[in-house]
Structure formats: structure tokens, C-alpha cells
């Protein structure tokens, strides 16, 4: 039925008023997408300039570190020195060596940590604004602190050692060392950041700690394998002499040990 004249001015009136209804709708939409994509852009390229930052502060850090150990090259072959004269007992120089490399670590720990909470920040932000389906990623509630106690930083340490966690390891004892220095697991504790080094393959520091742990806990039934340890890494780095001088204390000191059994072995020149 055709639709009378006078209902057509109503009716066209209904239909631009919907049709005005849902451009206003789409184009409130388009605005509200536009302004969250700026908001994003402004966000990455922030967190991109402070990122490139922490990457020069790295590189600064690490220069100075890869300085510092060329230094202890020469200082540790100066205490080889000492050692063939005092029968493999270090100076206490050591000490000083081994604070300072340990505050540049840490540095740059806390560089590298910061470096890769900034690179997933940038990574969701990018996935957002290029559509991504995958929600930003929530902040996961930190992890619960390692104990400080003995028993339990020293179960908490070695079963990161145990997983080749090699800082974490190192963290969990240190951290347990630093609030009770004079616990019944002081000695395991210590002798475990050496440890860790040693498997890690970081000869240098990893002679150094064996040594700290040799001065704090003289007498100790580890001393054999720390002793042995020691002579392993001078030999890792080319300091054979050296070695050779480590391996014979330890024979001398601790004859009925499994340490002096592979000491004779590594003198003899069978393993």
C-alpha cells in the first residue's frame, strides 16, 4: 500500500536521525581507538629511549668490568707468585679484588634485569598496537623471597645450583650469608658461591671464593676440596706452575683424601 505524503516528511526526519545516531557512534569509537594507539605510541617511544639508555649504562659497565678483570689477570698471577713462596697460602689482597668485582656484578645484574622488564614492556605495547588478539600480559606477583634462615636458604641454594642456576644460587647464599654470617651453614653456604663459580666455569672468581672460604673456615672438611679446586682453575687458565703447587698442598695437608687422590692423578698427568 503506497505510503500517504504527509507520513513521508515524518519518516525520512526517523531514518536521518538513526543514521546521524550511528555515525556519531563510530566516529566516538574511532576517537576513543585513536586515542588509546597515541597513548601507546607515546609509552613505547619513552620506554625505547630509556631502554637505549640502560643499554649504553650496560655497555659502560661492562667495559669497566672486562678493565677490572684484565687487572686481577696480572694480580692473580702475582699471588701464584705468593703462593709458590708461602706453599699456596693467597695474601689478603684478595679480599679487596674480590669486593670489587663482586659490586661491578652486581651492577650490572641489576642492569641486565632492569633491560629486560623495559624489553617486555615494548613487546606487549607492540603487540597492541599492531591488533594483537593476546591481552597485555598482567604483572605477576614477585615471587615469595628466598628464606634467609640456614637450613632453608642452603635447600633453597642448592637446588638452584642443582638446576644450574648458577646466580641464583650464588644470590640465595650470599643473601643468607649477609643476615646471619656466623649460622651452623655459613661454611656450606660459602663454599657454595664458590661453587657455583667454578661450575659456571668462571675460574677467577671462583679462586677467589675458594680462597675467601678457606680463610674464614680454616680446618674445615671442605678445605681438601676447595684446595683442589683452586689448583683446577689456575690450571684452567693457564697458570700450570701454579697448579701444580695447589695439587701438591693438597696432598700434603689431606693425604687420605678423594681430593689428593685426583691431585696425584692430575700430577702424574692422568686426568
Not at 519518516?11 to 586515542?35: D, K, N, P, W
Request: proline letters at 5%; charged letters at 30%; hydrophobic letters at 45%.
Amino acid at each position: 500500500m503506497p505510503i500517504e505524503p504527509r507520513l513521508l516528511a515524518p519518516l525520512a526526519g526517523a531514518l536521518l536521525l538513526v543514521s546521524l545516531s550511528g555515525c556519531v557512534t563510530t566516529a566516538e569509537q574511532g576517537r576513543r581507538m585513536q586515542h588509546t594507539i597515541d597513548g601507546h605510541s607515546v609509552r613505547l617511544k619513552a620506554i625505547e629511549a630509556s631502554l637505549e639508555e640502560q643499554q649504553r649504562q650496560l655497555a659502560v659497565s661492562t667495559a669497566r668490568l672486562d678493565a677490572r678483570l684484565q687487572e686481577i689477570d696480572g694480580a692473580l698471577k702475582k699471588l701464584g707468585i705468593d703462593a709458590r713462596r708461602k706453599d699456596a697460602d693467597f695474601g689478603v689482597n684478595v679480599d679487596r679484588l674480590i669486593a670489587e668485582t663482586q659490586a661491578l656484578k652486581g651492577q650490572i645484574e641489576e642492569q641486565r634485569h632492569a633491560l629486560a622488564q623495559q624489553q617486555a614492556q615494548i613487546e606487549a605495547l607492540q603487540a597492541q598496537l599492531a591488533g594483537a588478539a593476546a591481552p597485555v600480559p598482567r604483572t605477576e606477583a614477585a615471587p615469595p623471597a628466598a628464606p634467609l634462615d640456614g637450613p632453608g636458604a642452603l635447600k633453597a641454594a642448592l637446588a638452584h645450583l642443582e638446576a644450574k642456576r648458577y646466580a641464583e644460587a650464588r644470590a640465595a647464599a650470599e643473601a643468607s650469608l649477609k643476615a646471619n654470617p656466623e649460622s651452623a651453614e655459613a661454611p656450606e653456604l660459602r663454599f657454595l658461591v664458590a661453587d657455583a663459580w667454578y661450575q659456571e666455569g668462571a675460574w677467577r672468581p671462583a679462586i677467589m671464593e675458594f680462597n675467601r672460604f678457606r680463610e674464614a673456615h680454616k680446618g674445615h672438611e671442605k678445605g681438601a676440596d676447595a684446595l683442589y679446586r683452586i689448583g683446577d682453575a689456575f690450571s684452567k687458565i693457564d697458570l700450570k706452575p701454579e697448579a701444580g703447587k695447589f695439587f701438591k698442598a693438597v696432598i700434603r695437608k689431606y693425604p687420605k683424601s678423594e681430593a689428593a687422590r685426583q691431585a696425584k692423578a692430575r700430577l702424574a698427568g692422568k686426568k
